[in-house]
């Protein structure tokens, strides 16, 4: 570690968000102080209280104690167990008596009947382990008031400081994707005031080793089957290594080890420590014990790659790979004005700048919104979520699992498994919206692996052709059925579901070399469904068995029950699957291929979605009882969204069912059904009830209660209860869809803008369908100027504002400029 260079000057590259110049009138308006950091005045007593720091592979959770500080480790691919058998030789025949029994309407028999095809648990997400750091005695008198502990969202970036007697102590924390590391550089004002002890820890099976006078190695494992045996017969678990290295000021202070095990820095001005750890996964279709991986080595040549950079030089390099995505999208919002003319400026609240006198806690602010509605906590929890994003899903890693990549248990709660009927599909419902589309590859990746294992459990288990995936699975893709109960287990439409991303991706990106990558992905889904529809009642194919997800019924003899036939959400998903099959079709010229005519003479024989006698969308084919109206899935509204079968210009009348099915629902629920409840909402044009649960989310929540549901920790973390990160990813997707809706061919601004919450704002650097990237903004609840560009072929577009249309043509690389009639006032090129 070099010296640092105080005249080192790092040059950013311009930001997406910029490239749009608006009006002069309009210009002034897009820079503010407003500071994009989650604070804290104290150390955090629960790990909700702590700041998540993350690469996409490593992640970091820092606490921010004085006197011994811990930070929780964690790495993508730690997980119990091994590559398994997801297949059951026995499922057609116990598929076929559910079959008889649901054609009999005897719905609580074929439930019970069901039982035999649950299947095994999936395995458990695991940790690295801990980084600890022992500070001296004189750290316990430190003073309170000067405490302050935050992560900078815009440099995603941790720091800590506080003042013992006349010294400041400054902690800093980042994770690099470029270089692969933990980074943290701790220093004191005053020289040779830093003396600490460091080293590592962890709760799997491990090893230390101080391997030279600065480095500490930790070996460890993961067990190799999620429940251990008795018999000590259990097979050998992923292996993994975390490699410590500590590098101090020279001339000042000493470094040396403790017990073989610590590193000891005394009387220095700095230090800088560093933190590489890798695992011995080579994928999920090879067993642990195959594996040709040395995470030692890999880790050591993490390390020594960077050798030669300065702490500076590391966190430049961070912060250029960082900003280059997160400077994509700005979200200014603001409920004060002060109006000069007409379309004149307007002067903005400023509601939080990052003055030293305003030190507010992020945890005060989010309990004072239901009083002040501060609309600035609304862009730091929008932004949050693309940072938390950002920082757990890059390509090349494991796709972001149930909390994302922050874990600090053994036996996690629902094991971090990736869940297919929502909370997976939520995790990056904001990456094509908020333009992050990279961060979506690691599910494209999974999905790929989920063909593989998918395709033996459809041909074994179902009979069927294609690939299949079920509810819940793991790093080892997992397609089989889980455990439990078959209200949950017994639901063959994951894989579907995850396929809609697929043109999700291709109708924002307009990648056509994309779609002809995972075309196949597609074909074999479409080929599994095709095979899973059988003839039923009337002229109508169906589904048999089928259940809506985690949500039973009262059948009509009076029992429970949740097997029946053709749910909604079923036929919703296979009609989006059907109709993006057949688009992807015309786009690559296999319109005349066998598999894509019977695509479109199945597509007339789906039932259509209905209305039940109370006006809502029926849930399930016949208008069962419904034992909990306020069931947190909203699964027979995937149509409206995140579905396109449901709109407001086509299916008045559905849009009004859907409005009243989620009027039954209610507002609470757990914090990602309050988002997907924001999104439905915000479709159906509706901005009153879309804020309504934008409020309902900001509410704070403590870990030490259990009697609430939804809400946010103090570190923005959201609850379900306990943590699930998908509401922090369904925030910014719901706020996205408030602001800018899109096909294809149409852009909607300001669909469901709260225009006396947020009267005045703008949105730079949006993505909408058509390739089309979105700059708004708007005052006094009034749309002012628009500018778009897209950097795909040339295209025309049908702009929507407030029931008028105007039909525009856009050339590749150009930036149009519209005012609020929706007449391009300007053009330049990018």
Known sequence: MEEEDDDWVMVGRQREKDLWKPSKYVEGMFESNKALKVRFNEPAQYWTDALPLGNGRL???????????????????????????????????????????????????????????????????????????????????????????????????????????????????????????FVTKVSGSKSGSLSFTVYLDSMLNHELLVSSQNQIIMKGSCPGQRSPSKLNEDPQGIRFSAILDVQISSGAGKIYALDDQKLKVEGADWAVILLAASSSFSGPFTKASDSKKDPTLESLRTINLISNFSYTELFARHLDDYQSLFHRVSLQLSKGSKTVAKDGPLVTDIYLNDSEEDKVSTAERVKNFQFDEDPSLVELIFQYGRYLLISCSRPGTQAANLQGIWNSNLQPPWDCAPHLNINLQMNYWLSLPCNLNECQEPLFDYMSSLSINGSKTAKVDYEAKGWVAHQVSDIWAKTSRDRGKVVWSLWPMGGAWLCTHLWEHYTFTMDKDFLEKVYSLLEGCVCFLLDWLIEGRGTYLETNPSTSPEH????????????????????????????????????????????????????????????????????????????KVSHRHLSHLFGLFPGHSITVEKNPDLCKAAENSIYKRGEDGPGWSTMWKAALWARLHNSEHAYR?????????????????????????????????????????????????????????????????????SIRGLKARGGLTVNIYWGEGNLREVGLWT????????????????????????????????????????
């Not at 116990?94 to 029994?101: A, N, P, Q, Y």
């Open 59 to 181: 992640g970091a959770m820092v606490w921010g104690a004085v006197l011994s500080e811990t930070i929780n480790l964690n790495e993508d691919t730690l997980w119990t167990g091994n590559p398994g058998t997801y297949t059951d030789s026995n499922a057609p025949e116990v598929v076929s008596e559910v079959r008889g029994l649901v054609d009999a309407g005897k719905y609580a028999e074929a439930t019970t009947a069901a039982a035999p095809l649950l299947g095994k648990p999936t395995e458990v997400y695991q940790l690295v382990g801990d980084l600890k750091m022992d500070f001296d005695d004189t750290h316990a008198a430190y003073n309170e008031a000067t405490y302050q502990r935050e992560l900078d969202l815009d440099a995603a970036t941790v720091k800590v400081q506080y003042s013992v007697g006349d010294v400041n102590f400054i902690r800093e924390h980042f994770i690099s994707n470029p270089d692969q590391v």
């Open 693 to 761: 649960m934008v409020k309902h989310l900001i509410q704070l929540r403590y870990p030490t209660a259990s009697n609430f549901e939804g809400g946010l920790y103090s570190n923005l973390f959201g609850a379900h209860p306990p943590f699930q990160i998908d509401a922090n990813f369904g925030f910014p997707a719901a706020v996205s869809e408030m602001l800018v809706q899109s096909t294809v061919q149409d852009l909607h601004l300001l669909p469901a803008l709260p225009r006396d919450k947020w009267p005045n704002g």
């Open 552 to 627: 039973p019924f009262i059948a009509p003899d009076g029992q429970p029950a949740s097997v029946s036939y053709s749910t909604t959400m079923d036929m919703a998903i296979i009609r989006e699957v059907f109709s993006a099959f057949v688009s992807a079709a015309k786009i690559l010229g296999r319109c005349e291929d066998d598999l894509v005519e019977k695509v479109l003479k199945t597509q007339p024989q789906l039932p259509p979605t209905k209305i039940a006698r109370d006006g809502s969308i029926m849930e399930w084919a016949l208008n069962f009882q419904d034992p």
């Open 791 to 830: 950097n795909h072929s040339n295209c025309t577009t049908r702009l929507h504002y407030r029931g008028t249309t105007v039909t525009i043509m856009l050339s590749r690389s150009r930036v149009y400029t519209f005012n609020s009639q929706l007449k391009c006032i300007k053009t330049y090129a990018l």
